[in-house]
């Protein structure tokens, strides 16, 4: 069974301040890993993904992510945010049928 | 902007009427997924086509919800005898390819808003 833990339901941060929103996956499959960002009223985008390869992806806006296969992490960054990061950020994990299975999400706010 | 449309954007209804949304994904997408996000969670998985097959559904889906995609094109979500517990945020996504790690593409959603 796949699932995602997404540890923090809020993070407020000043602005140009860095970053990390944590997610902890559990799959019993080979772990294909995404984050996205949903801002209000909108649907969600892809900032970023894990395949295979490097460990280490990056993404739009700036945003970076490190796969821990050992610690079974998925956490994202940012070495310094802005107001417009403001938003809701959701970590899934492919499923063996296709679906993909979401955190309950972390809102971002950025402090001016 | 050819991205996935969802129509409507917001929907308000009464308990026990049947609403019908609808699913326009990318053109050349094949499969199509069906979310509901509720508030304060994340979307949860509803149903998923590739092109016209609907290939599987989660638990979620009661027999009051029917999804359709004739000719592997739109979709189209049907909630029957709606219930406040249906009350939520519908999303659909599209995306190409057969594989697992495929990047889903997510339309703006329909909220639905059951009196």
């Known amino acids: 069974a796949q699932s995602v833990t997404q540890l923090d339901s809020q993070v407020p941060v000043f602005e140009e301040a860095p970053v990390e929103l944590r997610c902890n996956y559990s799959s019993s499959v080979s772990v294909y890993l995404f984050w996205y960002v949903q801002y209000p009223n909108q649907g969600l985008q892809l900032l970023l993904k894990y395949l295979s390869g490097s460990t280490l992806v990056k993404g739009i806006n700036g945003f970076e992510a490190e796969f821990n296969k050992s610690q079974t992490s998925f956490h994202l960054r940012k070495p310094s945010v802005h107001i417009s990061d403001t938003a809701e950020y959701f970590c899934?994990?492919?499923?063996?049928?296709?679906?993909?299975?979401f955190g309950t999400g972390t809102s971002l706010t950025v402090i001016p | 902007d050819t991205g996935v449309s969802q129509d409507p954007r917001h929907k308000i209804t009464k308990r026990g009427q049947n609403v019908t949304f609808r699913c326009d994904p990318i053109?050349?997408?094949?499969?199509l997924y069906w979310y509901r996000q509720t508030l304060g969670q994340g979307p949860e998985f509803l149903t998923y086509f590739q092109n016209e097959a609907q290939l599987e559904k989660s638990r979620l889906l009661s027999d009051r919800f029917s999804a359709e995609r004739p000719k592997g094109s739109f979709s189209t979500l049907e909630i029957q005898r709606t219930e406040q517990g249906d009350s939520a945020m519908y999303l659909c996504?599209?995306?190409?390819?057969?594989?697992?790690?495929?990047?889903?593409?997510f339309g703006p959603g329909t909220r639905l808003t059951v009196l």
């Open positions: 996504a599209s995306s190409l390819g057969r594989g697992r790690h495929n990047e889903q593409f």
């Open positions: 899934a994990v492919s499923g063996t049928g296709n679906q993909f299975y």
């Open positions: 053109s050349e997408h094949n499969r």
